[in-house]
């Protein structure tokens, strides 16, 4: 089992930035990718960023955040990142984070364990 906590989330003007972290506990280890997926009121659930296993690992980010968000991990901490920069009012949500043994996904099916989620507000 793994657990995850969400942190950091709140509200911003649009150009802000936030920096959101998730700290796992469990069964964690170099083994476990993470991603970071996020949904909007009347939205479904939407892949944001993944990263694999190893610190410095590949990353993968959805085409709406490229270049303004950046995942990062620290597995001394147990503990990913996520950087989030020139926010917009769309990227108002709540964002959960998400573990599972083995590659990133961008689907969110194929992730075993969430946390509770962080609510982010973007105001225009």
């Known amino acids: 089992q793994v657990q995850l906590v969400e942190s950091g989330g709140g509200l911003v003007q649009a150009g802000g930035s936030l920096r959101l972290s998730c700290t796992a506990s469990g069964r964690t280890g170099s083994s476990v990718a993470m991603g970071w997926f996020r949904q909007a009121p009347g939205k479904e659930r939407e892949f944001v960023t993944a990263i694999g296993s190893w610190s410095g690992g590949d990353t993968y980010y959805a085409d709406s955040v490229k270049g303004r968000f950046t995942i990062s991990r620290d597995n001394a901490k147990n503990t990913v990142f996520l950087q989030m920069n020139s926010l917009k009012p769309e990227d108002t949500a709540v964002y959960y984070c998400?573990?599972?043994?083995?590659?990133?996904?961008?689907?969110?099916?194929?992730?075993?364990?969430w946390g509770q989620g962080t609510q982010v507000t973007v105001s225009s």
């Open positions: 998400a573990a599972r043994i083995g590659v990133p996904a961008r689907t969110g099916v194929l992730y075993d364990y």
